[in-house]
């Protein structure tokens, strides 16, 4: 087994982090207002300081590049689509035509089914400006990449190390992409 090369590209501040968040959260009240539809705010699920490596650029084209394959395949109509390179991370916004509620059960059939799915951070966001959360369309919360409890729960209690969760990222996506340099 190859040990996953976790070198350091660039570390972002808690400051930029917060900033990026604040800034996300404009777009989408903007798309939102602007479109009148529903939204699908996208990011890769990345721990740590370094939001923007090869890695992390490889699952968020793969993820991209599998909503809006998904999206065609369920005749749901594409308003608007943007992709954004940051160092805090890449990020896609994708307004469509679709009940919210459906297409949050889209996306999180899509996270169960893809190898990567995991890894995907698709938020739906519905015309009232508030995400759609897994809870409120009848599924359970994610499970931790480590020990499959709930994910939310080991992020706050820090059950796993930055380290940790980076080295099974890095695994995945070495499996996923076979070798292709990650």
Avoid: W
Avoid at 45 to 54: D, E, F, L, Y
Avoid at 127 to 149: A, F, N, T
């Amino acid at each position: 087994m190859q040990t996953a090369n976790i070198s350091i590209a660039y570390e972002i501040t808690l400051e930029q982090m917060l900033k990026a968040r604040d800034e996300r959260a404009e777009k989408q009240k903007h798309l939102i207002k602007e479109y009148k539809k529903t939204l699908i705010s996208f990011t890769v699920n990345i721990p740590g300081a370094n939001k923007r490596t090869p890695v992390s650029g490889k699952i968020f084209r793969e993820g991209y590049q599998s909503l809006i394959k998904r999206l065609l395949e369920k005749d749901i109509q594409i308003l608007y689509r943007e992709t954004r390179d940051l160092v805090t991370g890449p990020e896609a916004y994708v307004v469509v035509d679709e009940d919210a509620g459906n297409l949050k059960i889209y996306l999180i059939e899509m996270e169960s089914q893809h190898p990567l799915g995991r890894l995907f951070d698709f938020d739906v966001i519905g015309l009232e400006g508030y995400p759609i959360s897994r809870k409120d369309v009848g599924h359970p919360p994610r499970k931790c990449l480590l020990c499959e409890q709930d994910a939310h729960a080991c992020s706050r209690s820090r059950s796993h190390s930055a380290h940790e969760l980076i080295t099974r990222i890095h695994a995945m996506a070495h499996s996923y992409f076979k070798g292709q340099q990650c």
